[in-house]
């Protein structure tokens, strides 16, 4: 290699489809159908949970009836009747994606479901450019814990200092900041990251075109 960057990583929503707002959608229909208030803070406290973290939230800070397991699989499934529906591609994904397959080993970091990663990597032809696809299901904490960075880095057999995380929220931006990783921030304007977790990026860039080789590259060089 003639930079330090040995790997990217991705985040999943926000990042290459646009689905926070389906989640939130999805959610706060759950818990208006049982006449549950939604709490102010809610929207930005479930992103990055892991499965796990937010139906247990949806339980016992929203109120949402049942057991967290079976309000989990309940808007899993209707993530996954939306995304069968229409799957929500942000501009430029599939593209930032191959263009740096092209020159680094990826990975994926996303704190939604197994299921959903796999629909969505499929459903966009681009499974094989992964060399690590993980969710937060699969380790104890979701983001912002760094949990899910540290594991994927592992995987790749990269140190995590030599790879690039790509997020758009706060807590993603927050989890691939304390793995130690480079950071580019890529936010989503209707739900913007808070300043103190974008203070964290090395570049903020409005589009995903603007993910370039030499971009990335450059990240390392100047640390």
């Known amino acids: 290699m003639s930079d330090g960057v040995q790997a990217v990583v991705f985040d999943l929503d926000g990042v290459l489809v646009d689905s926070e707002g389906i989640w939130d959608e999805v959610r706060r229909g759950l818990a208006a159908e049982h006449d549950r208030a939604w709490p102010d803070d809610a929207t930005d406290r479930m992103m990055g949970m892991s499965t796990q973290e937010w139906s247990t939230y949806l339980v016992d800070t929203v109120g949402v009836p049942g057991p967290a397991p079976d309000v989990a699989q309940t808007v899993i499934a209707r993530m996954a009747d939306r995304y069968r529906e229409h799957l929500p ?10 263009r740096l397959a092209q020159r680094w080993p990826l990975g994926l970091a996303s704190s939604s479901p197994r299921r959903l990663i796999d629909a969505v990597l499929a459903a966009a032809n681009l499974t094989d450019n992964f060399r690590v ?40 931006l927050r989890s691939a900041s304390g793995a130690g990783m480079h950071l580019i921030a890529v936010p989503r304007p209707a739900f913007p990251p808070a300043p103190d977790a974008l203070s964290l990026a090395d570049a903020v860039l409005e589009h995903l075109d603007d993910v370039t080789v030499d971009l990335v590259a450059s990240l390392a060089l100047g640390a």
């Open 89 to 98: 591609l942000l501009p430029g994904a599939v593209e930032a994606v191959r």
């Open 133 to 172: 696809t993980m969710s937060t299901e699969q380790v104890e904490e979701g983001k912002p814990s760094p949990l899910v960075y540290l594991a994927v880095a592992r995987h790749l057999d990269v140190a995590p200092e030599t790879v690039v995380a790509i997020e758009d929220s706060s807590n993603g």
